[in-house]
């Protein structure tokens, strides 16, 4: 294949801090690396923390965000592995801040890419990494803690809407938080049966007497901030709390006295820890998890589609309404598609 020496990819303006495209070199190969001609890549929460912290650097000048995304692998390395995945379409994942999905092209190791199966289309492949790992990581979790019921915040983003329905079809009980009416009714559209809105000021108390009612063990909290407190407090003595986001963006004050008199647990998640732990082949055979539940029960909401030009204008359609559904990057393509 005939590839550029240059390429359209996201940057950030050192100006003002906005997000603009610049005209960049494509990224050059090393050894056991391929080249991925990207297709379509989301904006998740982890990239908009990755520009933030790196706003705060002097030199942004060659920051590529995006962390996961679709494509064709259009050059290899050596090594096994890159030549395997030459001309596969792919899920990719990047490896450091110089080369992200949100660009025409970007390098990254051959592990960190897994091919598609035909009947995952770029957009949804685009996102096959980041949340639907994530849930089937949290289910091993579960399965190996033995938790019957368990509670998830951000219950009305993507991965949370993941993990109700995976708790459905696994039989175990999910405690969906949201934090307004309009997500109770999202929840409730996929057929959720417990879901608790955190600004109702029956809060506390709806949502001790439902864990004891359901005996749930464990809290997965992408919030964190003053709520972490409240779940440490009420659920029952041997329960844990997991840490895996910080949409508040709160300071983290905490009374640590549930964690030393109720044995209650509090730990972090992080994916690619996660991956690391379990190695190549088992984060392959997920991967083929994750596509066979995709054929069938699973769909990511996408709210709209943007060129990679209009790239600020997608991170503010993003934030204006995340529970609205995934927002894609997208090359190849001068529309603007909001169906
Ligand atoms: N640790 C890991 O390895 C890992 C892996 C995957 C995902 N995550 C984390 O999982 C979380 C969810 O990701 P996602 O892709 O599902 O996001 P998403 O689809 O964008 O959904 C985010 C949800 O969180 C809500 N939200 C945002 N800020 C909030 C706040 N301050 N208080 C309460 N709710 C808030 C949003 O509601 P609105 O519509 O009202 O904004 C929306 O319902 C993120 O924190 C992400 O970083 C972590």
């Known amino acids: 294949m005939n590839i550029p020496e ?20 494509v990224p050059e190969l090393a050894k056991g690396e391929v080249l991925v001609k990207i297709s379509a890549a989301p904006i998740n929460p982890s990239d908009l923390s990755r520009i933030k912290n790196s706003n705060r650097r002097d030199d942004t000048t060659s920051f590529v965000p995006g962390i ?11 090594g096994l592995l890159p030549r395997l995945w030459l001309g596969k379409r ?34 949804q492949g ?39 329905l995976l708790g ?34 029956n809060f506390r108390e709806d949502f001790h007497s439902l864990c004891l009612q359901l005996n749930s063990t464990l809290v997965f909290d992408a919030i ?4 972490t407190q ?3 407090d009420v659920i029952p003595n041997g329960g844990s709390v997991i840490i895996y986001g910080n949409l508040s963006d709160e300071k983290q004050e905490l009374n640590l006295t549930p964690l030393v008199m109720g044995n209650k647990k509090l730990s972090g998640f992080f994916l690619a820890n996660w991956i690391n732990e379990n190695g190549l082949i088992k984060t392959i055979r997920s991967l083929i998890r994750v596509q066979q539940l995709f054929k069938r029960e699973l769909k990511i909401e996408i709210q709209g589609r943007f060129p990679l ?20 990057l997208i090359t190849g393509s001068k529309e603007v598609d909001l169906n």
């Not at 190791?109 to 770029?122: G, Q, T, V």
């Not at 790992?133 to 993507?158: C, P, Y």
Request: hydrophobic share 45%; proline share 2%; glycine share 8%.
């Open 309 to 328: 030009e209009k790239v600020q204008q997608a991170v503010d359609t993003y934030l204006n309404n995340m529970s609205a559904g995934k927002v894609l």
């Open 90 to 123: 792919v899920v990719c994942s990047s490896i450091n801040d110089r080369s992200g999905t949100w660009a025409e092209y970007m390098v990254t190791k051959a592990e960190r890419c897994f091919p598609l199966r035909n009947y995952i289309s770029d957009y």
């Open 224 to 227: 964190a901030g003053r709520q």
């Open 230 to 232: 409240q779940f440490l």
């Open 168 to 201: 459905r079809k696994f039989g175990i009980s999910v405690v969906n938080i949201v934090r307004n009416k309009s997500q109770v009714d999202i929840l409730h559209a996929i057929g959720a049966k417990y879901v608790l809105d955190s600004s109702n000021e």
């Open 126 to 164: 685009a996102m096959l990494l980041v949340n639907p790992m994530t849930a089937i990581a949290f289910f091993d979790i579960i399965r190996r803690g033995n938790h019957k019921a368990i509670v998830n915040t951000a219950a009305a983003g993507s991965l949370g809407k993941m993990i109700e």
């Open 6 to 25: 240059r390429m359209q990819a996201v940057s950030i303006n050192k100006q003002d801090g906005t997000l603009v495209v610049q005209n960049v070199p």
């Open 68 to 78: 996961e995304g679709s494509g064709t692998v259009v050059a290899a390395g050596a």
